[in-house]
């Protein structure tokens, strides 16, 4: 099993920044990436930025040059890096793990956090 627990959200204002943390426990070497989903109300869960255990990253279109995703192996912590935020940002930021690839599946999800951003 492996247990994500993520920090960071929160309330900020259109063209602003936030980074977001996921810490990783447990059985992390059977994980081959890792990832941010996103759901707002109402919209499907997408998945936001990912990055495989080799340092290789994938995003979003929607957040490509905005989002950084990085990972601290002797921290087991992943972050995502969000500049530039706007208000369609807004949703349930989730921290994933796969065992496979970064395409998923993604079976070990954290609780979430919130980021909201306002005009």
Known sequence: QVQLVESGGGLVQAGGS???????????FSINAMGWYRQAPGKQREL???????????YADSVKVRFTISGDNAKNTVYL????LKPEDTAVYYCTAARTSWVGPYEYWGQGTQVTVSS
């Open 18 to 28: 936030l980074r977001l943390s996921c810490a990783a426990s447990g059985s992390i």
């Open 81 to 84: 890096q969000m500049n530039s």
């Open 48 to 58: 936001v930025a990912a990055i495989t255990s080799g340092g290789s990253t994938n």
